[in-house]
């Protein structure tokens, strides 16, 4: 196991570099060592940044990992509070038929917020740290994490998302502020 209290946080890379919109290779070896230190540079990395979510992309590592750490804030006061979960391989099943817009953030899309019409359920499977598989429903809030993140490992980022522009807002400007 890897010392967590020794891991500095990673480079947060922008939107504008050539990994944020790489289609990430699927992770070979869950258990490999060098697997886990990756997730422990991405715990330690979107601690230290107050984010709700980051994918390995992120940190310019185009594999298929990214982390949820959904707790509540001003927009969703009744967000879960969920210990930070590594998810790996993670595929989408199967999604609702409705969609509902929301605002949303990204550590590489620094000062923006965007209103992002995502799927509000959905049922996917993932491996979990572990190397365990799982087969999980969320909603809400957490399916929206979700949804955000799996989009960075298909070289995604939530303003290739919004309906419109004018659906794009300077944190200056935004109405939740
Ligand atoms: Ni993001």
Redesign the pocket.
Known sequence: MTNSISIKPSKVIQLGHSTLRKVAAPVENITHNTTQQLIENMLVTVKNAGGV???AP?INVSQRIFIMCSKPNNRYPDAPLMEPTAIINPKILSKSTDTEKDWEG????PAIRGLVPRYRSIQVEYYDKEGVKHNSHYSGFIARIFQ??LD?LDGI??VDRVESTRDLFSEEEWPNK
Do not use: K, N, R
């Open positions: 979510g980051i994918a992120q990204c550590l590489s899309v955000h993140e960075h980022t939530f």
